[in-house]
Every structure is written in structure tokens, then in C-alpha cells.
């Protein structure tokens, strides 16, 4: 590492910013670097190969007095942190849900970063706040969603469903912004057993505590049982509590399954309750007519979430929460201090009024720039063909002895257990742990894994852009190379 000396590099001055000639000389080497990064990202491996604290241990223990060169700066970024990248770019990231960086998406970051607006209010960035409302009302027509839907982007899907979830007190609870909770009937967030761990860390948030959760049954393919829906919200209100909100889930993480919507909206409807979906990953999946089945129902939902950074080509983070009652949001949300009040505000949307953030990034544009380069057919395209081959890979774990496929794969991603006779259920989730472990340290791939029924099952994540066939048919075989020398072993 740099030692931190005073440097005579000339970019240097006593005041002010990076001299402009220089800004354009670096810039220009960063981009290559990123050209060469995005060209060559498969031959990193994918998982990486540091162990805990190495990377700090080669950093300085205190900033620099002086200021550095850029080259000592850059050299230092690939020596230093590049080895201790996980590489969610490479074509062969199969864990949790796959995301890609996009070359448009990326050149749409870069330009936010120079920009460094903040569109909280309209006047503070007009652009921002119009480029975000109306590429969100494009998205929204390609999910074929109704018009009413307003939506706002955050940064992930955690911070979206928190924010439904808060709008949805509100509207049970009126006087809560007043008074808050305390002396008011303890409230209930109702959603599946497999629904995202983001939707209890809301529940404890919003002051609900853990017993503010239910958890609700599902079925033989994990989707939420509305039976039992039903009879956990007549209890509930047989024991005097109050019904806040349901959340159901298009595509959850552990295996992707679909929630019944439609049966779920009825149910919310007859309570009145607040309904929530999260899509954050399989919503891009809406804009194939052939698997709007799987959507059947959303249309009713109060608010959904759905996050472009996951199968929509988008950089992190970028997070749209729409709703159809964009009135409560705000309700919930507006406080506008004498600082931030400005003649238009009668006429504009304020961003910052439908969330926590005051400060908002620029978002939009490089969504707008993935929309536009790619259009909406290219996107369509490039969802199919991951469908596609998460269907070939599915099909062959069925045809394969000894590996089990763990549930439906409705969308990109396949849940699978290596299963052979005369091991105990326990032994099998260690030897699967083991087979997960030995592929992602060869580096040629990586991919998580969850419990499914209390048994471990693996899940292959297929969404990234620059992901082949070739791709998942070496992970597939590395799967079953080490399965082979650890079961035997």
C-alpha cells in the first residue's frame, strides 16, 4: 500500500477540485478499466477468494495528511479491493437473485454521479422529479398495471416495504402520526412463512414488535394458503387485535413461488385491510404476456414492490414502490418545514413528501437510459431466454439420480437438493452444504442456499445478462462433480 507521502503530482492544488484537464484524463482511464472489467469479468472468480479482515489489514490505519496521486489511488483499487470483490457482474452468479450492471445502466450512474442532484423538492431538480414520474408511468404500462398506480423509487425493496407497510398504520390507525402507538390495539402484518425476512425487520420497525408478525401456512409449492389467511385474521380479531396489513409474495427468494393474489386481495378486501405485494424480483416477469398469469390479481394491491436492480438490468440500488392510493403515502409521510415550501409546490410533485429520505438520488436516469438502449422487446427477450434456461436446467436435475428438484420454477430460478438413498435427512444437508461450498471455491461459480420443510436446498439464481447456456451447464456439471466425490468420500 501507498505509504501515504506527500505527492508533487501537479493534478494537485491547495484549494478547489480535481483540475478539469486531469478529471478528463482519469475519467478516461477509469472507463477503459470498466470496459476491460465488463469485457473480462468471467475470468474472475466469482466468489471471493479472501478470508475475513484481509482486506482491512492491508489498509492504512489512518487517512492521508497529504493528498495522493490518482495512479497511487487506482493502483491501490486493483491490488487492494478488487481482490476482495464477490463479482455479481460475472456470467456465472448464480446466488440470491442474480443482478447485472448494465453498459447503459452503468453510463446512466456515471452521469448521476457528475450531476450530484438532489430532486427532493421539485425545484431542487425538475428533471429528476419528472424523468422519475415518467419513466415510472413507461414501466408500469410494460407490468400492465392500471394507470391509478403512482410510483416512487427507493433504494431497495426492504426500504419500499417498509414504507407500504408504515402507509398501511396510518390507515389503520389514524391518530398514530399524533400519538403514536402506545394505548392503541396491538396491530398484525399478516404474510407467508417464505415471505423475505425484510418484511419482519418492517413489523419490528414500525413498533409492532416480532408477535406484530404471522406467519401463515402454505401449500405443497409454498404459496400462502388463504384458508389459513382467513382463520388467522378471525382470530386475531376474536382476541382484540388489529389487522394492519397482508404482504403476498410473487416469486419468493427461497424458491420463487407465487402467492394466490387474487384470493388474497378478496380476503384483504372483506377485512379491509392494507394489501402488499412484493415482486421485487420476479415483477419483470410481467411484461411477458405469457406468464401474466402469475400476476393475476396485483391490479387490487394497495401498494407493490418491485426492484429493477434485480431482473431489469438496472445498477444498485433501485427500488419502485407504486401504489394505488398515493394520497395515504403522502399522509403518512409529508412534513414540509418553511425551508423546503416554494411557489409551486401546489403544482409539482415533491418527492420527498411519499417517503423517510429527504435526500434523493437521481435514479431515473439510468433507468431510462437501460429502457431506451435496450427497449422494451430487448428486455423481453433477454427475461425469456432466462426462463429458458432455467427451464433446461430444471428439466435435467428431474432426469438426473439421486437430485431432486425442491419446487415449481415458475421463473429463472431452481431449487435443487442433492437427495441419495441411505443418508439421513441431516447427513444430506450437510453434504449439501459441503457440495455448495466446494463449487463456489473453484471460483467457476456461485449460488446459495436456503431450508425448504427444514431441509437445505440449493438455489441456482439465472439473471444476469452476460449468463450462456455454457454458464449454467458448468455449474450444473460442478454440481454433480462434487456430489460425486463428496458423497462417496
Known amino acids: 500500500m501507498n505509504e501515504h507521502k506527500p505527492s508533487p503530482d501537479p493534478e494537485h492544488r491547495p484549494v478547489g477540485d480535481m483540475p478539469n484537464e486531469a478529471f478528463r484524463?482519469?475519467?478516461?482511464?477509469?472507463?477503459?478499466?470498466?470496459?476491460?472489467?465488463?469485457?473480462?469479468?468471467?475470468?474472475?472468480?466469482?466468489?471471493?477468494?479472501?478470508?475475513?479482515?484481509?482486506?482491512?489489514?492491508?489498509?492504512?490505519?489512518?487517512?492521508?495528511?497529504?493528498?495522493?496521486?490518482?495512479?497511487?489511488?487506482?493502483?491501490?483499487?486493483?491490488?487492494?479491493?478488487?481482490?476482495?470483490?464477490?463479482?455479481?457482474?460475472?456470467?456465472?452468479f448464480f446466488g440470491y437473485f442474480a443482478v447485472t450492471g448494465s453498459g447503459p445502466g452503468i453510463l446512466g450512474e456515471m452521469l448521476c454521479a457528475a450531476l450530484n442532484v438532489n430532486a427532493m423538492v421539485w425545484r431542487s431538480s425538475p428533471a429528476g422529479t419528472e424523468l422519475e414520474e415518467h419513466?415510472?408511468?413507461?414501466?408500469?404500462?410494460?407490468?400492465?398495471?392500471?394507470?391509478?398506480?403512482?410510483g416512487v423509487i427507493q433504494d431497495t425493496a426492504s426500504s419500499s416495504s417498509l414504507l407500504a407497510l408504515a402507509a398501511a398504520r396510518h390507515r389503520a390507525y389514524p391518530e398514530v402520526r399524533a400519538r403514536g402507538?402506545?394505548?392503541?390495539?396491538?396491530?398484525?402484518?399478516?404474510?407467508?412463512?417464505?415471505?423475505?425476512?425484510?418484511?419482519e425487520k418492517a413489523v419490528i420497525a414500525l413498533g409492532f414488535g416480532t408477535e406484530g408478525m404471522a406467519r401463515i401456512e402454505t401449500d405443497d409449492v409454498f404459496r400462502m394458503r388463504p384458508d389459513a389467511l382467513r382463520a388467522a385474521i378471525e382470530a386475531d380479531l376474536a382476541g382484540g387485535a388489529q389487522p394492519v396489513a397482508v404482504v403476498a409474495t410473487i416469486g419468493t427468494t427461497s424458491t420463487t413461488s407465487v402467492d394466490p393474489v387474487r384470493e388474497i386481495a378478496d380476503i384483504a378486501e372483506?377485512?379491509?385491510?392494507?394489501?402488499?405485494v412484493d415482486a421485487a424480483y420476479a415483477g419483470a416477469a410481467a411484461m411477458l404476456p405469457e406468464h401474466r398469469v402469475h400476476f393475476d390479481g396485483w391490479e387490487r394491491a394497495?401498494?407493490?414492490?418491485?426492484?429493477?436492480?434485480?431482473?431489469?438490468?438496472?445498477?444498485?440500488?433501485?427500488?419502485?414502490?407504486?401504489?394505488?392510493?398515493?394520497?395515504?403515502?403522502?399522509?403518512?409521510?409529508?412534513?414540509?418545514?418553511?425551508?423546503?415550501?416554494?411557489?409551486?409546490q401546489d403544482r409539482t410533485t415533491d418527492?420527498?413528501?411519499?417517503?423517510?429520505?429527504?435526500?434523493?438520488?437521481?435514479?431515473?436516469?439510468?433507468?431510462?437510459?437501460?429502457?431506451?438502449?435496450?427497449?422494451a422487446e430487448g428486455l423481453r427477450a433477454r427475461i425469456r431466454e432466462h426462463i429458458r434456461m432455467a427451464g433446461v436446467l430444471a428439466a435435467a436435475v428431474d432426469g438426473a439420480p439421486e437430485w431432486e428438484r425442491m419446487a415449481p420454477t415458475p421463473f429463472s430460478t431452481v431449487a435443487l437438493r442433492f437427495a441419495p438413498e441411505g443418508k439421513s435427512g441431516e447427513d444430506q444437508d450437510e453434504l449439501n452444504l459441503a457440495i455448495t461450498d466446494a463449487v463456489n471455491r473453484t471460483g467457476h461459480a456461485f449460488l446459495s442456499h436456503t431450508r425448504l420443510r427444514g431441509r437445505i436446498s440449493l438455489r441456482l439464481a439465472i439473471g444476469n445478462l452476460r449468463t450462456r447456456s455454457?454458464?449454467?451447464?458448468?455449474?450444473?456439471?460442478?454440481l454433480q462433480e462434487e456430489a460425486v466425490r463428496l458423497g462417496s468420500a
Open 302 to 344: 394497495d401498494s407493490i414492490v418491485f426492484n429493477p436492480h434485480k431482473w431489469l438490468f438496472t445498477p444498485v440500488d433501485c427500488s419502485i414502490l407504486y401504489t394505488r392510493v398515493p394520497e395515504v403515502v403522502r399522509s403518512t409521510f409529508s412534513l414540509v418545514p418553511e425551508y423546503l415550501r416554494t411557489a409551486e
Open 25 to 92: 484524463a482519469r475519467a478516461r482511464e477509469a472507463v477503459e478499466w470498466m470496459a476491460d472489467y465488463l469485457g473480462g469479468v468471467g475470468s474472475y472468480p466469482v466468489l471471493s477468494q479472501v478470508n475475513p479482515g484481509e482486506i482491512r489489514s492491508r489498509l492504512p490505519t489512518a487517512p492521508p495528511e497529504e493528498g495522493e496521486s490518482f495512479d497511487a489511488i487506482f493502483a491501490d483499487f486493483q491490488d487492494t479491493i478488487i481482490p476482495g470483490i464477490t463479482h455479481w457482474n460475472h456470467p456465472a
Open 351 to 375: 418527492l420527498m413528501d411519499y417517503g423517510v429520505a429527504l435526500g434523493r438520488r437521481f435514479r431515473s436516469l439510468k433507468l431510462w437510459f437501460v429502457l431506451r438502449y435496450f427497449g
Open 470 to 478: 455454457e454458464h449454467v451447464e458448468r455449474a450444473w456439471s460442478l
Open 135 to 150: 419513466v415510472l408511468d413507461w414501466i408500469r404500462g410494460l407490468l400492465g398495471l392500471p394507470p391509478e398506480y403512482f
Open 270 to 276: 372483506k377485512y379491509g385491510i392494507w394489501l402488499h
Open 181 to 199: 402507538l402506545s394505548g392503541l390495539p396491538r396491530g398484525r402484518i399478516y404474510a407467508s412463512s417464505e415471505a423475505h425476512s425484510s418484511i
